[in-house]
């Protein structure tokens, strides 16, 4: 008898469920927005109903459902399934893995969004047919992913792959972790969008004022292309710099991990990747070491908006059959 697994990735925006099969391919979905301010007794409850519309998508009977696996966007105990805090969602310390367990009667696994997003990019996606992968996703933070010998890295508490808090300047922006000069805060769209708001107010981004005004949180990365693409080249200029300390910590990543792939993912880097991928690949291959960099390839990520549910399917998977 054919079985399923189901991933479900908890955004920020939106809930996306995918249903798996033993192939690992996507045979149902279902997505809805995420709910703010809602319960853990409401999410779940959203969850479980999300999974019914996605098996219902399949034409699958839940009893023919094995596992599941989700992603939260919040800081999350990987080894005890509590969610720590998740202020837009108004849920602290609740016992989420074990609630979806009771509700759903399989086992349930819960794993860090872009940790599971390089593991869908390793499995049907641009790593596919790799060892030694890491994966940045530039955003509003700067997320990471590291795959060692086909296997996804945690760390000693599930916290490895926080690409986006190393060192790229010293003394550099402050970033929200309370450093400063951390990748994130000199690389990420938030990093680019503060310095582009200071241009829209001075008359030097047009398109960014029309779109965005003053705030920082209104800008997309679909503006910054926008605004390059009508000739504005003080954006271009932000852009390009954030390129380069993004290669800065690229050659780093190699120095420390020899990868033979690097996967940059996300919505930065799918709407500015002419602007930003030459300049992050030759400043990463003038900075890192020569034996090392010369076997490292660059891809962007394939699967887009599923790399994350299926990954996570794929990770609950592998969990509920150790």
């Known amino acids: 008898m054919a079985q399923y697994f189901g991933g479900i990735d908890v955004g920020g925006t939106k809930i996306l469920t995918i249903i798996m099969n033993e192939d690992r391919e996507i045979v149902g979905r279902s997505k809805t927005k995420t709910p703010v301010l809602a319960s853990g007794e409401e999410l779940v409850q959203l969850m479980v109903g999300e999974l019914k519309t996605a098996l219902d998508d399949a034409k699958i009977k839940k009893n023919l459902l094995k596992s599941l696996g ?24 609740y ?6 367990m009771d509700a759903l009667q399989i086992p349930v696994t819960l794993e860090n ?40 890295y945690r760390g000693i508490s599930g916290g490895a792959g926080e690409v986006g808090h190393m060192k790229v300047q010293l003394e550099g922006r402050l970033c929200g972790c309370g450093q400063r000069g951390c990748l994130e805060a000199m690389a990420s769209k938030t990093a680019i969008a503060k310095e582009l708001v200071h241009l829209a107010m001075t008359g030097k981004a047009q398109t960014i004022l029309e779109k965005a005004g003053s705030d920082i949180s209104a800008i997309k990365s679909k503006h910054i292309r926008q605004s390059i693409e009508a000739g504005e080249i003080h954006v271009q200029n932000v852009v390009e710099k954030a390129a380069y300390y993004l290669g800065v910590g690229l050659a780093n990543l190699v120095n420390i991990f020899n990868p033979q792939l690097i996967v940059l993912g996300g919505g930065l880097i ?36 599923d790399s994350v549910a299926l990954g996570v399917a794929a990770l609950g998977k592998e969990a509920a059959n150790r």
């Open 70 to 93: 989700a992603t939260f966007p919040g800081p999350v105990d990987f080894e005890t399934g509590w969610v720590k805090d998740a202020p837009n969602l108004g849920i602290q310390s």
């Open 95 to 100: 016992p989420l893995q074990q609630a979806l």
């Open 113 to 152: 969004d872009v940790n599971a997003g390089i593991y869908g990019e390793l499995i049907a996606g641009a790593a596919r047919g790799y060892q030694h992968v890491v994966g940045v996703y530039p955003g509003t933070g700067i997320g990471g992913g590291i795959i060692i010998d086909g296997h996804l």
């Open 270 to 305: 799918e709407k500015l990747d002419k602007w930003i991928l030459p300049i992050a690949q030759q400043t990463m291959r003038d900075n890192a070491m020569p034996s090392l960099v010369q076997r490292v390839e660059i891809k962007v990520a394939q699967l887009e908006d």
